[in-house]
């Protein structure tokens, strides 16, 4: 069972905005399964102390106590291994389980209308389609509503990667191909596909990413920064899931944009 202590509680108090809106939903993932890749859950050098990504510069601190696991604290990735040894005292105070705390909701919330402020009725469509400031974390979208936002030519084949005009301006990816997106993209072997990995790559700028979450509902998960390519498969291919051995021809690495 996941739960929650008052240290972690007040260890949020000391999150900028920005992260604080991410922790219901990383919570409702490490209820759900903490075994889900992007969540990178691992021991530590203690034995019954853990570690989970809340995303990809912020780390939470649990403690297992025989079968729950306590949520202790959240922090930068350095600073939360760094008070490893001051959780080991906060694990003796009071934990509950998640559900008597929070409600955790089946799916997030949808994206609301975005429109031109002269004209209510009219799509907005930013003119710099990598460059979108109105899209919010955790926000739902359709596979219509992001074709029409982003604009992306059908002619130019690939699943994951859409491209206007000779840039990627987004990635829609799905977790049981990818799954440790957003922070990695497994490239298939297709020329098309090993095409557009190398446009991303030669872009300075982030893109937003979708992530699949069901039938039509493509989550957010905010803007990533192209970081390397790695193209030995001895370095990367033991760590491919058993579906994607075969078909992978290299990895892509993404930073996340603040």
Not at 215 to 230: A, D, I, S, T, V
Request: proline fraction near 8%.
């Amino acid at each position: 069972m996941l739960k929650v202590s008052l240290a972690f509680f007040k260890s949020l108090a000391d999150l900028p905005p920005e992260k604080i809106r991410k922790i219901p939903k990383f919570v409702r993932m490490l209820h759900e399964n903490r075994h889900i890749p992007s969540l990178k859950f691992e021991r530590l050098a203690s034995a019954d102390l853990f570690s989970a990504r809340v995303d990809y510069s912020y780390r939470a601190i649990l403690v297992q106590r025989e079968d729950d696991y306590i949520l202790l604290r959240v922090d930068k990735h350095d600073e939360a291994y760094a008070s490893v040894g001051q959780n080991t005292a906060s694990s003796q105070s009071i934990a509950l389980p998640i559900e008597s705390l929070i409600q955790i909701p089946p799916t997030l919330p949808k994206e609301e209308p975005l429109t031109h402020p002269e004209n209510p009725l009219a799509p907005k469509v930013p003119a710099d389609f990598s460059q979108n400031t109105d899209l919010r974390d955790g926000c739902i979208y359709t596979y219509e509503s992001l074709k029409e936002r982003f604009k992306w030519d059908d002619q130019k084949p690939g699943y994951y990667l859409r491209e206007n005009n000779g840039r990627i301006v987004c990635a829609c990816l799905r977790a049981e191909l990818n799954p440790s997106a957003p922070w990695e993209i497994l490239v298939g072997m297709s020329e098309s596909n090993i095409r557009q990995a190398e446009l991303l790559a030669s872009q300075s700028s982030p893109i937003p990413i979708f992530i699949k979450l069901a039938e039509n509902q493509w989550e957010y998960w905010g803007k990533f920064r192209f970081e390397r390519l790695e193209k030995d498969q001895e370095k990367y291919g033991a760590a491919l899931p058993p579906e994607r051995r075969g078909n992978t021809s290299m990895v892509m690495y993404l930073t996340a944009v603040e």
